[in-house]
């Protein structure tokens, strides 16, 4: 993807998903505390780069761990005001985290692929242009949550080849990966 040829400016916007992104995704688990949450390499300093060129950052995230009684939506608010400030700290910006706790056999229309936190952005947010938005995701839920809202989307992997002529529009090995194809284009 030529992220040039988008014209990336302060009117766009960036939603983030984040276990396999932000923070080390635990394998058939969930972060449930903050001593389990670990940021990938490199992720406070491509925020607040990414800061600098997207007029807004959400965080979309699936915790269905909350519906399945494995947490509760308290513990996941410990863990999201650390992940921010340890962001702040570093002089980046999330400007909302929306997170849906329902099970994925509910197809809840928050629960990515449906774009109802999309939705909820855009209402908080109103100045929000989906075409002029890009989804970056680790699963392909996430693509087609992209994809629903008419995001450009990226998908985060390190096995590029595996996933060649999937129809996503970029394929990146990071976040910050993704920040230097866009800082460099």
């Given at each position: 993807?030529?992220?040039?040829?988008?014209?990336?400016?302060?009117?766009?916007?960036?939603?983030?998903?984040?276990?396999?992104?932000?923070?080390?995704?635990?394998?058939?688990?969930?972060?449930?505390?903050?001593?389990?949450?670990?940021?990938?390499?490199?992720?406070?300093?491509?925020?607040?780069?990414?800061?600098?060129?997207?007029?807004?950052?959400?965080i979309v995230t699936n915790q269905q761990g909350i519906?399945?009684?494995?947490?509760?939506?308290?513990?996941?608010?410990i863990v999201h005001a650390y992940m921010l400030n340890?962001?702040?700290?570093?002089?980046?910006?999330?400007?909302?985290?929306?997170?849906?706790?329902?099970?994925?056999?509910?197809?809840?229309?928050?629960?990515?692929?449906?774009?109802?936190?999309?939705?909820?952005?855009?209402?908080?947010?109103?100045?929000?242009?989906?075409?002029k938005s890009i989804m970056v995701g680790d699963s392909?839920?996430?693509?087609?949550?992209?994809?629903?809202?008419?995001?450009?989307?990226?998908?985060?992997?390190?096995?590029?080849?595996?996933?060649?002529?999937?129809?996503?529009?970029?394929?990146?090995?990071?976040?910050?990966?993704?920040?230097?194809?866009?800082?460099?284009?």
């Open positions: 993807m030529n992220l040039a040829n988008y014209h990336i400016d302060k009117s766009w916007a960036l939603f983030l998903d984040r276990d396999g992104v932000i923070n080390r995704r635990i394998e058939d688990d969930y972060v449930k505390s903050m001593d389990e949450f670990v940021f990938l390499e490199q992720v406070p300093e491509s925020l607040k780069k990414l800061k600098e060129i997207f007029g807004r950052i959400f519906g399945k009684g494995l947490m509760s939506p308290g513990d996941l608010e340890e962001i702040e700290k570093v002089g980046g910006k999330v400007d909302q985290v929306f997170f849906c706790p329902e099970l994925n056999e509910t197809n809840h229309p928050d629960r990515k692929p449906q774009i109802g936190m999309a939705l909820k952005a855009k209402s908080e947010f109103p100045e929000i242009d989906f075409s392909i839920s996430d693509m087609e949550f992209g994809k629903n809202a008419g995001m450009k989307t990226v998908f985060i992997t390190a096995q590029s080849e595996k996933f060649a002529g999937t129809n996503v529009d970029a394929i990146c090995e990071s976040l910050a990966n993704f920040t230097d194809s866009i800082i460099n284009e």
